[in-house]
């Protein structure tokens, strides 16, 4: 029923070059920090902060594999749970934001604290 020759989830993933993750990571985490640095909506900033994380998660998985260490999976549980903490609070903070000034824009809130 089955082929006797199927290739467990590490061997699939070490095929694939560990050049190929770095770069891919590295244009996730480059996108995401454009995205903090040019965008002026708290929400695009947001989802930014959140693809660099995610950037770092899929590194740490490529790693991880590749070494045979589960310790970078390990890590990216936690960090996952963090992010969902962050998420968790950061839209509430924007909603009650934006309950109170009827916008999310950054330049508007940087003038909140004078």
Known sequence: MFPLATPSIPDVVQSIPLQNYVLLATTLF???IVGVLTRRNALIIFMSIE???NAVNLLLIAF???K???TG?????FIMAVAAAEVAVGLAIIVMIYRNTRTIDIGFLNKLKW
Do not use: C, E, H
């Open 68 to 70: 045979s260490d589960p």
């Open 73 to 77: 999976q390990v890590f990216v549980f």
């Open 64 to 66: 991880s594999t590749y």
């Open 30 to 32: 480059i996108i995401g």
């Open 51 to 53: 693809l660099m994380l």
